[in-house]
């Protein structure tokens, strides 16, 4: 018999293994929305460029050295989808005034309003989910989410 407050081995083993599973089902997810939202953006783009696109559009502006940090990707990986998404017309860049050998680069107007759209899309369907929990399911999964991001 276990004692007051004690946890089985064997629920926390199938508790665990059940997250696991969910966090991979949900990883899974995200990558083909990000399949999904590039191909919406524009149909050659690749879910690597889209990344790098949703953050310059969400920060204003970025430059090449600034992206390979918060990506972790190599400089010539940046540089291949900075040049496509350029490419694409969903780029522009113009060169750094306070550091010539840096180019700025925004999201042209067209992108950031295809970007909004799937953005407002995906959030009407999030919200649905959401609207299905009760604030303190909400707080939980907050609280779940951002202990995870610590691991």
Same mark, same amino acid.
């Given at each position: 018999?276990?004692?007051? !407050?004690? &946890?089985?081995? %064997?629920?926390?083993?199938?508790?665990? !293994?059940?997250?696991?599973? +969910?966090?991979?089902?949900? $990883?899974?997810?995200?990558?083909?929305?990000?399949?999904?939202? *590039?191909?919406? &953006? +524009?149909?050659?783009?690749?879910? *690597? !460029?889209?990344?790098?696109?949703? $953050?310059? *559009?969400?920060? !204003?502006?970025?430059?090449? +050295?600034? @992206?390979?940090?918060? $990506?972790?990707?190599?400089?010539? &990986?940046?540089?291949?989808? &900075?040049?496509?998404?350029?490419?694409?017309?969903?780029?522009?860049?113009?060169?750094?005034?306070?550091?010539?050998?840096?180019?700025?680069?925004?999201?042209?107007?067209?992108?950031?309003?295809?970007?909004?759209?799937?953005?407002?899309?995906?959030?009407?369907? @999030?919200?649905?989910?959401?609207?299905?929990?009760?604030?303190?399911?909400?707080? %939980?999964?907050?609280?779940? $989410?951002?202990?995870?991001?610590?691991?």
């Amino acid at each position: 018999m276990l004692a007051p !407050g004690a &946890v089985d081995s %064997a629920d926390a083993d199938s508790a665990l !293994g059940d997250l696991q599973a +969910h966090l991979n089902l949900i $990883f899974a997810r995200t990558r083909s929305l990000w399949k999904e939202s *590039a191909a919406r &953006v +524009h149909p050659e783009l690749q879910v *690597a !460029g889209y990344k790098l696109l949703t $953050f310059i *559009a969400r920060a !204003g502006t970025a430059n090449a +050295h600034e @992206l390979a940090e918060r $990506f972790e990707m190599d400089k010539s &990986v940046i540089s291949r989808q &900075v040049r496509m998404l350029e490419e694409l017309e969903l780029l522009e860049s113009w060169p750094d005034e306070r550091d010539g050998r840096l180019r700025v680069l925004s999201a042209t107007p067209s992108a950031c309003a295809v970007l909004a759209e799937v953005r407002r899309e995906y959030g009407t369907r @999030l919200q649905a989910v959401i609207d299905e929990l009760t604030p303190e399911e909400i707080q %939980a999964a907050s609280k779940a $989410f951002r202990l995870l991001a610590e691991v």
